[in-house]
């Protein structure tokens, strides 16, 4: 079974490995090498355990440990992911926590008995699971609610059953540990399928900018643009207000001009907003009329950061 985990964790790492080129244009890099930090840590500490099996539990349990903390940091670093801050947010909010929740499992590890698995006490799981909480529900209404449901899953089977409160249904430690990385790979499979699924037929170019945006940085940020950009619809009267299901219209049939001119202002409004989290070529992309037949701004960008590469 260890072999079939190591290799679950490699499958999950290449692929979370080339969406880097895809969101080179934002400010998530560093949410996606979080991710690949903590699937490296797992990879390292199944193959400690495929190496010397029953021989150092402590070590194997300490590096799980390690992994699902880092891999509850995504989530962290993209409520921190604003411009000119991002960079900041990874090393005063994003390191200290991994420290302070590796704490625990440290106090517990026993260098003098390798072969001892850590046992991880109630209070330490509880902020565990607050943490967890607080990294997912972001996306939760967004199109990757499942996602991130299958991922908070994963990681809790990393760690419940290291917990003294394990309940008796829970798998033990090996069996979790495969179920897990299993959970991983079904996330990035439904991921994959959920960014295919934004319908193009019937909405504009300025709703597919703004669900994109609100699925890839969660319902905090787009919560705080949405404020913003109908502040700005009040202000300035225009014929349409946002929503999360995005643009209505504030009049029951406001005539041409009035949408041209709440168009532009809208795009220009978006520009300024969204330029402290990506760059103006992925607002292009999104803005930019496809032609028949022609890939998803997502898979453009893709492709061109290959042939660059």
Known sequence: MSAVIVANILISLWVVARSLARLRQTTLPTAVWCAIGGLAAAAVAQSIELAYPEQANG???LGWYFSAVVLLCPGIAVLGARRPGASAWAFFVVLPLVLVLMWPAVASFQMARPTAPIEIEVPALVGFGLVLIMSGGNY???RYTMSTFYYAAAI???VVPMSVA????FPERSTARFM?????LLVLSETSRRSKALPVDGISRLDVLWFDFMDSFGMVWAKRVMDRVNESARHEKWAMQLELH????VAESPTADELLRTNERIELTFRWLLKRFVDPEWIDARLREPAVGQAPPDEVQSSQASEQS
């Open 140 to 142: 939760f209404g967004t």
């Open 166 to 169: 394990a309940p008796d249904f």
């Open 180 to 184: 897990a990385t299993l959970g991983f």
């Open 156 to 158: 809790m089977l990393l």
């Open 59 to 61: 070590w194997v349990d």
């Open 246 to 249: 995005g643009f209505v219209p």
